[in-house]
């Protein structure tokens, strides 16, 4: 048996959960957000607490027991507290800058400047032109936006100019030699 897919998720305070049909849905303060669950598996509640259980002991069923508690557990904390992500841009002269709620423009070294809607459900900050700060319930969403805007200029590993991570840590390589023989 999983030993994730055992552990029961707590239900927080203000948040209602509701399981009909393979489908387990959440709402918070935060959101509102849904996750279908694999066939196989069935959710219960059971004194503010969801226990996923297997319906049979096929290898599918187990391969995605713990798979599928983690995403309604992701999904739960989500609309409760929310999640966030942090990137930065380094680079002279590259900066970024909100235009209206949803979408950012960027300058990245391009010779025009890059436009960036946000899907629904993220919002963004920025702080000092070089840093953003992506926030949503919705942590596969936020995490899939923020790979899109890191994919729009990656880190260079020469001079270490792009879009990354704020907690990522680029592995600078020694360029050409002059003279080397």
Do not use: C, W
């Not at 203000?14 to 393979?22: A, D, F, I, L, R």
């Not at 995490?143 to 270490?160: E, F, I, N, S, V």
């Amino acid at each position: 048996m999983s030993r994730i897919g055992k552990k029961p998720v707590v239900i927080p305070q203000g948040v209602k959960v509701q399981v009909e049909n393979g489908l387990v849905r959440a709402e918070g303060p935060k959101g509102k957000l849904s996750q279908s669950l694999p066939d196989g598996l069935i959710a219960r509640l059971e004194n503010n607490t969801l226990v996923l259980t297997r319906e049979a002991d096929h290898r599918q069923a187990r391969a995605l027991h713990g798979t599928a508690r983690a995403l309604v557990a992701n999904m739960v904390s989500g609309v409760k507290d929310g999640f966030e992500r942090k990137l930065d841009i380094v680079g002279i002269g590259y900066r970024a800058q909100m235009q209206g709620k949803a979408t950012i423009q960027l300058a990245l070294g391009y010779s025009h400047p890059v436009i960036f809607p946000l899907p629904d459900g993220v919002t963004a900050e920025i702080e000092k032109q070089v840093a953003i700060t992506l926030r949503g319930a919705d942590k596969a969403l936020l995490g899939q936006t923020a790979a899109k805007l890191r994919a729009l200029r990656k880190p260079d590993p020469y001079k270490g100019k792009g879009v990354k991570y704020a907690d990522e840590v680029i592995r600078r390589k020694v360029g050409k030699k002059a003279g080397a023989k």
